[in-house]
């Protein structure tokens, strides 16, 4: 099986994945796409330099490789994908190959983490026009796509991953909820910049508090983005009862 984990920035995005690596049957890519896309777009990122030399496949190579042989001899791999990534040029086929998930998370939330490193972002960055987006696309390849939110991860982080494993039609591993502190051998290469205060984590973090207020660009951004949250969220899988 090959799953893939379609997000924007600062969504949990990368505790889940780090949640499904500590499964003995999953293998785990981290943003296979960055490299092409920094390479089409031209766009300073933080690393962009490091990024660039680290991932030097192209875009089709790269799609080559997620519908190839599962790394290390895993039956299963989980793909963790920047919606954002997925512009003209970056190739799709490999969609229809994959169970195709989607992680949300409010704007406000995503905007108010993500402006702390990036505080020039734009809508285009924090990909939730393109997260809606792929929504169709996935439907048009006549897939019913998962959606699952990352407050009720926090909130209840078995019985979401327990619901999630249930529709992706795996058997729940007690071990997705904790993970060991520090960087990871999977992680991309932009990790210094990003994953600090997650490698400080062994597991999820509790329930999130009330929405972050914000004014100026950043609260024009989070109106701009609510309608492709909203379109998502009414799709979402809920909460099974723990066994």
């Known amino acids: 099986m090959r799953v893939a984990m379609w997000s924007g920035p600062r969504n949990l995005s990368t505790a889940m994945m780090y949640s499904f690596a500590q499964r003995d049957d999953f293998a785990v890519l ?28 192209d875009a089709v190579e790269l799609e080559q490789s997620l519908i190839g042989l599962i790394p290390d001899g895993k039956p299963h791999v989980y793909h963790k994908h920047m919606c954002q990534h997925m512009i003209d040029g970056i190739p799709r086929g490999f969609m229809a190959a994959c169970k195709n998930v989607f992680l949300i998370r409010h704007p406000a939330r995503v905007v108010a983490s993500f402006a702390k490193g990036y505080p020039d972002l734009t809508a285009g960055d924090i990909g939730f026009d393109a997260q809606a987006e792929l929504f169709d696309h996935v439907q048009a390849l006549g897939q019913s796509p998962i ?19 249930s529709a992706l039609d795996l058997e729940f591993d007690p071990a997705m909820l904790a993970w060991p502190a520090g960087p990871k051998p999977y992680d991309g290469v932009w990790a210094p910049h990003w994953y600090g205060s997650l490698h400080a984590t062994t597991g999820f973090a509790g329930s999130e508090g009330s929405l972050p207020e914000m004014s100026g660009h950043l609260a024009e951004l989070v109106e701009r983005t609510i309608p492709a949250y909203r379109k998502l969220e009414a799709q979402k899988i809920s909460q099974q009862v723990k066994l």
Do not use: K
């Open 30 to 57: 981290d943003e296979p796409f960055y490299g092409p896309y920094l390479r089409l777009t031209g766009l300073d990122h933080p690393m962009s330099v490091e990024i660039l030399n680290d991932r030097t496949e």
């Open 147 to 165: 959606v699952i939110d990352s407050a009720d991860i926090r909130d209840d982080p078995e019985g979401m991953l327990r619901a999630l494993c």
